[in-house]
C-alpha cells in the first residue's frame, strides 16, 4: 500500500524490499511504451471495448484497445454529460459504441451495475438494465466481487 501511494501517488521510485531503485532513464528506456496518439488503434489491438462508470450526471468512459496476452492500450475517454436518470445520454453511449474508431468498431461495452446500492433512487440503475437489453450482444452490466463497479 506504501509503495503503491509513493510511486502513483507522489510519482516517486520506492523498492518494495527497500533495496536500490533504478535511475528514471533506465525505466524510461526499459518501459513497453509505443508510440500512437489518441483516437488511433495500434496494430497490434485486435477488439476495442469501453467500460462506463455510472454517475449521476454523468457517464465517465475509457476505450480500451486489446490484444494477445492482456496487453491493451488507452484509445480514449471522456465524459457523456447529463442526468443519467433520463434518456438522452444514453443515446449518446449508444452513438459512441456504435462509431468506428480509427476503422474499428467497439466490441463490447461494459457498464457499471453498482451505482448507488443503498440509494432508493433506482432510475440510473434501471437505465443500465434497459441499455443492456436494447444491446444484449454487445453490453454488459458490471459490478466487482464486492458490488463496486469493475469498470474503472
Known sequence: MVQQAINAGFGD???????EVPERAEIKEKSRRSTYRR????????????????????IPYV???????????LIDWGY???????????????????????????????????FRPSKTDTLPLNR?????????RRVRPSKDRAGRCACR
Open 13 to 19: 521510485r520506492v523498492s518494495p524490499d527497500g533495496g
Open 39 to 58: 483516437g488511433e488503434i495500434p496494430d497490434s489491438a485486435l477488439r476495442l471495448f469501453i467500460a462506463a462508470d455510472l454517475q449521476k450526471q454523468s
Open 63 to 73: 476505450i480500451r484497445g486489446w490484444s494477445a496476452r492482456a496487453t491493451s492500450w
Open 80 to 114: 457523456l454529460r447529463g442526468d443519467t436518470a433520463a434518456t438522452v445520454v444514453w443515446d449518446l453511449l449508444a452513438e459512441l459504441m456504435s462509431t468506428p474508431i480509427d476503422g474499428m468498431l467497439i466490441h463490447l461495452t461494459f457498464v457499471d451495475s453498482g
Open 128 to 136: 443500465v438494465y434497459e441499455f443492456c437489453r436494447r444491446f444484449p
